[in-house]
């Protein structure tokens, strides 16, 4: 019989240190949520991708400390948390695991399959979340000395893996992401979008014989001349030399196999939104992950006193937590201990009761029993009646006369 192949187990590979050290996210909600915030909730982990749980299911029982827990296991370093009140939905960012938090509030929001339904030819793509979104902070002026700008800025550049200039592959940046902040109003547009280059000064048919992806139909065409020449309707030929100026690079790297773009040539570069859209305003600012001091309120202003006084009661209350916590350590262990010792005792006890019995099993074996005694007295005295001294006693005649005397009385 032929001997059966053992299958050997492939090793787990590891990732490398680029993507272990990328910033990752857990996007969730916590408390009851409706339907439309829930899927802006999916929109967003698209956004996110690929460092985050896009199919992360979140319980009832699972508590904000169940997901900072694990944080440290998957390199999970910031926390975008959606909840929803009477008043209005709301969105905090939280890094992981000491704070701070920052809480936006959503004044107005449009879901990615509105924005796609809308478009004549949306460019959605699965090759297009392989890869992290380019991150465009508009109106977040670094050199600001606003500490509420400086800490939004600092928040979102560290949700997105940061971008060497000298190193990056172009291929690889298919997304963006803009923030863009009113100055005015204080309020922030966030808006997605998908990037795609195109080579310039090719016509539409030109485009599809250099990529290759569609060959276009040729029979209405006399010569190759007349069917470049040809510009149909729907052409993004552009002849204004103005609008072509506009978004021109020059590619210094190869961009798509595809895709028609040389190295050294100039190139269009073109957005299309993707959605969702976010239309948000900052709220709250607090230390700590959504149980600390409060730095900063947009509707609430606090004076010095009050600000000294919720410092005393954010620490009485820390050591509170911190006492209740060790007196609870402390019962535990007493607790194990008691546990302990009885269990002891109890085997001691046993141990003691098993000796005893096993005494008394072995002093039953030295003594014979009480039947064994009273038969050996029956048979002494049945084979010993020739030592009895009444053996030998015989009957007299009157004692038999009595004996028959008493017998007719009888009858």
Sequence with gaps: MARRRKKRSKGSKEEPKELVKAPHSFVIHRGSISKPLDQLLRNVRQIMEPFTASKLKVRKKNTIKDFVSISSYLNVSHMIIFT???IAPYMRLCRVPRGPTVTYKILNCTLAHDVVAVQRRPQINTKLFQNAPLLVLNGFGSESEDKRIQLQTSMWRNMFPTIDIQTVQLSKIHRCLLLSLDSETNQIELRHYAIKVKPVGLSKMVRKLVTGKKIPDLGQ???V??????????????????????????????????SGNLVNEKSSIKLYEIGPRITMELVKVENGIMSGEILYHSYVQKTNEEIVEQKKRIERRNFLRLSRKRQQEENVRQKQQ?????SKKRIKIDEEQSNECDDDDDDDDDRPS?????????ESTTINNDDDECSDYQISDDEMNMFNDDDDDDD
């Design 370 to 378: 009480s039947s064994k005694t009273k038969r050996t007295k029956f």
């Design 225 to 258: 001349e007349e069917a470049m020449e040809h510009l149909d309707p729907d052409s993004e030929y552009e002849d204004d030399e103005e609008q072509t100026k506009i978004g021109q690079v020059t590619l210094p790297q190869k961009v798509g196999n595809k």
């Design 221 to 223: 065409f006399h010569s």
């Design 338 to 342: 008691e546990k302990m010792a009885t």
């Design 84 to 86: 929803e009140s009477s």
